[in-house]
């Protein structure tokens, strides 16, 4: 399987976890989109500031280049709006993997974690923003994750 695969969601619901976890049954490189956001869209978030749509373009710019670059690649990526998910993949030939889950449960997650720059509080603003996908496989993440990682990679299989 060439074409990239993407494991998107809101912060908190596992996608760099799960992302790793597929990366690495498959083979695949793995790339967190988190990675590559410019420094100025880290400190607005670090600061509890939403990032807008002009914030997020040059990203994902950014994260385009890098799938095409990079065949077969997983990245995890929030992807919130379906205009942002045409921009990564116009063609609609990519493997979409949407990890599902309420806020309450993502919520105890985020303040369980140390380090990233997205906090909490900005929670809400991407339950706003987001446009749940129809063209996704959807994934609960209220199970183990090698359960979800077995889910995903079974809906990949031709």
Known sequence: MAHPIIIMGVSGSGKTTIGHMVADRLGKTFLDADDFHPEENKTKMASGIPLNDDDRLPWLQTLKEQLISTPGVVLAC??????????????????WIYLDGSKELIFERLKKRAGHYMKENLLDSQFETLEVPDDALKVSIDQHPDEIVSVILKSLKP
């Open 78 to 95: 929030s992807a919130l709006k379906a205009s942002y998910r045409f921009i990564l993949d116009p063609n609609h030939a990519y493997s």
